[in-house]
Nanobody, 119 residues
Framework: QVQLVESGGGLVQPGGSLRLSCVPSRSIFRFNAMGWYRQAPGKQRELVAVMISSGSTNYADSVKGRFTISRDNAKNTVFLQMNSLKPEDTAVYYC?????????????WGQGTQVTVSS
């Protein structure tokens, strides 16, 4: 069973920063891509940022210039650094891994971590 465990969410004031972490139970190199998604109340889950195995990244327009996805290979961890947070960034944030090799064809999700941006 492959698990992804997120952490780092919380309550932050507008303009503040948070860093989310995602640790998969398999090596991050067993995934073709790892990304962050979010779902606000009453809205569909949306892509926030994704990093493919080569290291290339892609971001939603709404977070470009504010959020950064990165990985630490030694720690087997994917991060989402969120700066200049806005109330509209409030959502549950999910980590997703798109499987490769023996995991090919499977997508794996974490349990989610709540991010609330409010004064």
């Amino acid at each position: 069973q492959v698990q992804l465990v997120e952490s780092g969410g919380g309550l932050v004031q507008p303009g503040g920063s948070l860093r989310l972490s995602c640790v998969p139970s398999r090596s991050i190199f067993r995934f073709n891509a790892m990304g962050w998604y979010r779902q606000a109340p009453g809205k569909q889950r949306e892509l926030v940022a994704v990093m493919i195995s080569s290291g290339s990244t892609n971001y939603a327009d709404s977070v470009k210039g504010r959020f950064t996805i990165s990985r630490d290979n030694a720690k087997n961890t994917v991060f989402l650094q969120m700066n200049s947070l806005k109330p509209e960034d409030t959502a549950v944030y999910y980590c997703k891994g798109q499987g490769a090799y023996e995991l090919l064809g499977h997508d794996y999700w974490g349990q989610g971590t709540q991010v609330t941006v409010s004064s």
